[in-house]
């Protein structure tokens, strides 16, 4: 039986096309890209052709984007090195409570380090309020960090209006765009974003890659010191197969970003109705507006959202629950949590992610397939009636 990949948020398979753009970087051009000689020129001139299509995906300069190993290194230096670099002004940050754990535990690591931190709450539909944020701005702030759109629940911020806000306080701004490229077009000359951060592996290049967008003016501390690879922002010899695959995917990702939102908004809205058309109590986290079209995040009544995924796992479908990166922690989701549901229905959460490859035809095998494990599950539930 084929699986069925639901989990699109957590990582996606690498891209036939990327695959083979990457390749013959492993041995035939394996030179060093800081070499000088004709080979190593030729890398190094490919690794420039990769910075162009991912600055094309963003709409940005070429020359404001740095490669790192992965969503979390450019957070961690988006967040980390601008709060050292800007220590003698203010030693306050501003970030949401349903951040990723990279922002998160970033922001905890400054909190050792004597900074403080707000965490700005969000309502039901998974949304910072500006004012809210308006309000959180002292004297001492410095940078404010919020997602572009949540991973769990797939709920978009106002980041743009956010990073007007900013710009207007000369606060610096950072967005975790990792869940929003190739989902929701995004034009960054448009916005007052002053860094962005970019994951390979979430948008099917290779895990271990990812950039930061930096603004022009804007400067912050590097994290990893050693040779002036990247323009003497990030040390280290590149990560030239990552790369090469990186902005294939980003110019795939460019032309497919309208088609894909359609194709998975279709499939994402169909898997929502069939639910509610077969299944009873059952509450849907993922706000109706404002969402990643690929995202459903809902929680079943009485059950946990981890039993439910393991029966769907026995049908060969594979889903998650809130977020992979908690998955080994028994809390339930802090995002759940932050837009006040409670402990039980927090725990009864699934998350549906559905990306390139997905079928139509796939829905109805899961919602059939949905509905014998939760009606399995609550026969046994002490909670359910
Ligand atoms: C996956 C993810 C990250 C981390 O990216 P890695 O490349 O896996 O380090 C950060 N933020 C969000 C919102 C993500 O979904």
Redesign the pocket.
């Known amino acids: 039986m084929n699986k069925i990949y639901l989990d699109n948020?957590a990582t996606t398979p690498v891209d036939g096309e990327v695959l083979s753009e990457m390749l013959p970087f492993f041995s035939e051009y394996f030179q060093n890209p800081s070499s000088s000689y004709e080979t190593a020129y030729f890398v190094r001139q490919k690794i420039e052709d990769s910075r162009k299509k991912v600055s094309d995906l963003l709409g940005c300069e070429p020359s404001e984007i740095f490669f790192t190993s992965?969503?979390?290194e450019s957070?961690n230096h988006a967040i980390i090195g601008s709060a050292l670099f800007l220590s003698e002004k203010g030693k306050h940050i501003i970030t949401s409570s349903i951040e990723?754990k990279?922002v998160l535990s970033s922001c905890s690591f400054l909190k050792k380090l004597g900074y403080s931190v707000t965490f700005l709450p969000v309502d039901r539909n998974c949304r910072v309020s500006p004012d809210d944020f308006r309000r959180a701005i002292t004297k001492d702030t410095i940078i404010a960090s919020v997602?572009t759109a949540n991973?769990e629940t797939g709920a978009i911020q106002p980041v743009e209006e956010l990073a007007q806000i900013a710009a207007e306080r000369k606060i610096l701004f950072h967005t975790?765009a990792?869940?929003a490229i190739g989902k929701i077009h995004l034009d960054v000359k448009k916005t007052s974003f002053s860094m962005l951060s970019l994951?390979g592996?979430?948008i099917y290049a290779p895990k271990g890659i990812?950039a930061l967008y930096k603004k022009k003016d804007v400067q912050i501390f590097p994290l990893i010191h050693g040779g002036s690879h990247e323009r003497r922002q990030r040390a280290g010899t590149e990560n030239v197969t990552g790369i090469i695959a990186f902005g294939k995917a980003a110019e795939i990702a460019k032309e497919k970003t309208e088609s894909e939102r359609k194709q998975t908004k279709a499939l994402r809205d169909g898997l929502l109705a069939k639910i509610l058309e077969n299944i009873p109590d059952v509450i849907v986290n993922t706000p109706a507006d404002y969402s990643l079209p690929n995202t459903l995040n809902v929680s079943f009544k009485f059950i946990e959202g981890e039993s439910l995924m393991t029966f769907l796992e026995l049908d060969n479908i594979e889903v998650s629950t809130g977020s992979a990166c908690s998955s080994e922690s028994l809390d339930p989701s802090h995002v759940l949590l932050a837009m006040g549901l409670d402990h039980v229905d927090a725990h009864g959460s699934v998350r549906f992610s559905a990306g390139r490859h997905n079928k139509t035809e796939e829905v109805d095998i899961v919602v059939k397939s949905l509905k014998k494990a939760v009606e399995k599950l609550r026969k046994m539930s002490p909670l359910s009636k």
């Open positions: 948020n992965g969503g979390t957070v990723h990279a997602m991973n975790d990792v869940q994951s592996h979430k990812g």
